[in-house]
Every structure is written in structure tokens, then in C-alpha cells.
């Protein structure tokens, strides 16, 4: 089975929207973490946003933030106020607290519409 | 502070030859990780490392070795390079496990024909 499901190979937003890209993910380890990177055209990954298994609010960065939603075993990731500039590839991952691997989703392609 | 860095940024091989891909972190983290991005996909692991002298396999390690014989570098072997070895490889490091980010190189575009 797959440890990370993202079912949106693309979407698109209008410039000042918010856009949520669904990650789904599977594990039976009581202590994970959860992981979502932007990777933009020029190729580098860069990391936007941590949530753990225990943490009982719900993570945010500027204007991302992630709707963790335990019991569906979902970490969806939200973006308020889209910009062009977040136009990229994005990936959902995570890690489980027993082993040392990441474990990556397929991404999902944003592209913001003028 | 360089962060991580990866040599070369570009290489073809033909088929059959070997190479090695080159990782530098000056972060001083412990961990660090090899991952191949193939068009239109996800990152997967091929070999981490969780400290000097410690190595292991990740998802997809064959045709592949490693070493870590430093904290800073944690060179990737390509032997007999094959067409399926075409691919964005990255390098990441992190200081330890949980609720730590992964740190990553630009990455290295090879192809093998």
C-alpha cells in the first residue's frame, strides 16, 4: 500500500484564492510526522510546513497551514491568498517515528491563474 | 553556510559506465539521505545514512552504494550505470529524527543512454 496518496495531479487557483491539495496517508506507527515541500520549475525543494502525529492544533506558516484530520488519516494542505509565485510541484511526505525513512507523495502541480 | 551541496549538477553516462555523485552538508546534522526523482513523480529513497560509518538501504538501493565515512559527505556510486538510472537524483541531511525537516541539494540531473 501506498504510505503517501496524493489524488490531484493538478490544480488550478485564481491569484488571491485560497487552494486546498489533499494528501492522504497510511501507517500503523502511533508517532509520525508529517511533511509538505514546494518544489518551483527551478528544481530545489523547499520545505513549507511540519505537523506531528500529537500535536493537537493544526500547523501553520504565514499562509500555509495544514488541516489535520487524524481519524481520516488525511493532511491537506491550504493556501490562503495565492500568489503566482506559488505556481510549483507539491509534495506531501512523511515519517514515521521508528524508522529513519521519508516517504514522499507523487506531488500535485499548482498553477495560479491571473 | 552552504547548507548541502551536490556535485555535478549535470552528467551523462553511457551505458555500462559507473559514477559517483558527490554530497557536502556543513550543517553538522547526522542524518542524511540519497533520493531519485523520476519525471512526473515523487522523491524515493535509495540510502540513508544515520551517522559516520552507518549506512542502510532505503526503497529502491539497487544499482547503487554508498558511504559515509565523514559527517559532511555521503557520496552516491553508480555501477553499470543502466537507461532506468536516468533521473533527478537529490542529496538531504537533518539533525535527527521526529519532528525535523530534511534539508536538500539542488540535485543532479543524470542520464544514462
Known amino acids: 500500500a501506498q504510505k503517501i496518496t496524493q489524488t490531484q495531479p493538478g490544480m488550478f487557483v485564481q491569484e488571491k484564492e485560497a487552494v486546498t491539495l489533499d494528501c492522504t496517508y497510511d501507517?500503523?506507527?502511533?508517532?509520525?510526522?508529517l511533511f509538505w515541500y514546494k518544489q518551483p520549475s527551478s528544481g530545489e525543494m523547499i520545505f513549507l510546513i511540519y505537523?506531528?502525529?500529537?500535536?493537537?492544533q493544526n500547523a501553520t506558516e504565514g499562509r500555509y497551514s495544514l488541516n489535520f484530520q487524524k481519524a481520516r488519516k488525511s493532511a491537506n494542505l491550504v493556501i490562503s491568498a495565492s500568489q503566482l509565485g506559488d505556481s510549483a510541484m507539491y509534495f506531501c511526505?512523511?515519517?514515521?517515528?521508528?524508522?529513519?525513512?521519508?516517504?514522499f507523495g507523487t506531488g500535485t502541480s499548482l498553477t495560479v491563474i491571473p | 553556510n552552504a547548507g548541502v551541496t551536490q556535485t555535478p549538477k549535470f552528467r551523462i553516462l553511457k551505458i555500462g559506465q559507473s559514477m559517483t555523485l558527490q554530497c557536502t552538508q556543513d550543517?553538522?546534522?547526522?542524518?542524511m539521505y540519497w533520493y531519485r526523482q523520476d519525471p512526473g513523480m515523487g522523491l524515493k529513497l535509495i540510502y540513508y545514512?544515520?551517522?559516520?560509518?552507518?549506512?542502510d538501504k532505503g526503497e529502491v538501493p539497487n544499482g547503487y552504494n554508498v558511504s559515509r565515512s565523514t559527517t559532511e559527505d555521503f557520496p552516491l556510486r553508480l555501477e553499470l550505470a543502466a537507461p532506468s538510472q536516468t533521473s533527478v537524483y537529490f542529496c538531504?541531511?537533518?539533525?535527527?529524527?521526529?519532528?525535523?525537516?530534511?534539508?536538500f541539494g539542488p540535485g543532479t540531473r543524470l542520464t544514462v543512454t
Open positions: 538531504a541531511s537533518s539533525y535527527g529524527t521526529g519532528a525535523i525537516e530534511q534539508y
Open positions: 501507517t500503523s506507527d502511533p508517532s509520525y510526522g
Open positions: 505537523q506531528g502525529s500529537y500535536d493537537q
Open positions: 511526505a512523511m515519517r514515521e517515528n521508528t524508522g529513519n525513512q521519508f516517504y
Open positions: 550543517m553538522n546534522h547526522n542524518y
Open positions: 545514512s544515520v551517522g559516520a560509518g552507518i549506512t
